[in-house]
């Protein structure tokens, strides 16, 4: 993947969305790649629990034009790190989107597959849900309820930054360093 940490993107096309039972279920269940109803393969995995309402009448054709997106923030990263160096290298994921990063094991499969971690906005779920385009899909939806579901989106010019790349860069990792350094120095 071409991307570099600090890259500032819009991103365009169809991501996944998944919080911490998605995560937990992937992680242990190990679905086969078949028993999921889309292809992850090559995938940005967006940490959220998007808030979706059914849309009467629907809103479009030819997807869940029967569901509207109405909020749709990032979601704090690091609640799934246990979980996603196995779902990265198990799925081909190549994009994670959330808040605030994750730690050095994930950034290992990130390295190792090709993968970037693009941070988007806090705190601005309605902007966010303005960017979805298209509810295009949705999983376990009756299982596991709307927020911890899996939702197929169809995104348009949704803003993120890449903050940790796949040459094994992390803003995240820069920040809290520099951070540090700064403290140590204030405090002697």
């Known amino acids: 993947m071409g991307l570099n940490a600090g890259d500032m993107v819009l991103i365009n096309g169809m991501i996944v969305t998944g919080r911490d039972r998605m995560h937990k279920f992937l992680f242990y269940e190990r679905p086969l790649k078949k028993d999921i109803p889309f292809n ?3 995938t940005l995995l967006y940490h959220c629990g998007p808030i979706v ?4 009448p629907p809103l479009e054709k030819g997807g ?4 509207r997106v109405i909020a749709s923030g990032p979601t704090t990263s690091i609640r799934v790190e246990t979980y996603e160096h196995r779902i990265i290298s198990s799925y081909g994921i190549r994009g994670i989107m959330g808040k605030g990063g994750m730690c050095e094991r994930t950034l290992n499969a990130m390295k190792k597959n090709g993968c970037v971690y693009f941070h988007t906005i806090g705190g601005a779920a ?3 849900a303005d960017r979805v385009k298209k509810v295009v899909d949705v999983w376990k939806l009756k299982e596991f309820g709307a927020p911890e579901a899996m939702w197929l989106l169809e995104v348009e010019n949704f803003p993120a930054i890449v903050t940790m790349d796949a040459h ?3 803003l995240h990792n820069d920040i809290a360093k520099k951070s540090y350094a700064n403290l140590k120095r204030l405090l002697i």
Do not use: E, Q, T, V
């Open 53 to 56: 309402i059914p849309s009467h």
């Open 40 to 42: 992850l393969s090559g």
């Open 64 to 67: 869940r034009g029967d569901f």
């Open 126 to 128: 309605a902007y966010l």
């Open 168 to 170: 094994g860069k992390s």
